[in-house]
């Protein structure tokens, strides 16, 4: 079942760019406030594929209701408004700041770069597939270094934890023949 999600420019950007959008259209159903759309332009591929799917109904348009969020740019406000009204919702960003006061106000959220360690954890990727998508964002320069370290020392977390799950696995295995 499909976790209902709003999101900012930025992560459908990256999402777009680094091939991953197709993960997160099969994991989320994508609602986006008009000022989010407002800063996806058909002169781009990301934009143009946003509208696209939007015209088609696979993006759902939802406005605020309320104003809440100070600072940061008219998307990023607009969708973590749309994130505090809506808290069973993840809020799926990639710009730093927003991404913490978000995480600060409690707010469910997911960064591309964390989406890749998810997929790994899951087992729906290898740890080359997440290594190389991880690469990938490094090489847009379009992602903070910081999200990408988090993202790094999370990998390693759960491949070490998957090493270990998979060490004690085989002792059991070889205990019982």
């Given amino acids: 079942m499909k976790q209902d999600a709003t999101l900012d420019s930025s992560f459908w950007i990256n999402a777009h760019r680094s091939g991953l959008l197709p993960q997160v259209l099969e994991?989320?159903?994508?609602?986006?406030?008009p000022e989010v759309a407002a800063e996806l332009s058909l002169d781009f591929a990301s934009?143009?594929?946003?509208?696209r799917l939007a015209g088609e109904g696979i993006l759902t348009e939802a406005i605020p209701q309320a104003d809440e969020v100070r600072g940061f740019g008219s998307g990023e406000r607009a969708a973590m408004n749309l994130a505090l009204e809506h808290r069973d919702w993840v809020l799926l960003?990639?710009?730093?700041?927003?991404?913490?006061?978000?995480?600060?106000?409690g707010l469910k959220t997911l960064c591309t770069p964390v989406?890749?360690?998810?997929?790994?954890?899951?087992?729906?990727w290898r740890l080359q597939d997440a290594v190389r998508q991880l690469a990938r964002?490094?090489?847009?320069?379009?992602?903070?270094?910081?999200?990408?370290?988090?993202a790094l020392a999370q990998l390693a977390v759960v491949r070490r934890r998957k090493e270990e799950s998979h060490g004690h696995e085989e002792a059991d295995h070889l205990s019982e023949a």
């Fill in 47 to 51: 934009g143009r594929e946003f509208w």
């Fill in 137 to 150: 964002l490094t090489a847009m320069q379009t992602v903070s270094p910081a999200l990408l370290q988090v």
């Fill in 93 to 105: 960003i990639d710009d730093r700041r927003p991404l913490a006061e978000a995480q600060r106000m």
């Fill in 115 to 124: 989406l890749v360690v998810d997929l790994f954890e899951k087992g729906l």
């Fill in 27 to 33: 994991r989320f159903r994508l609602h986006y406030a």
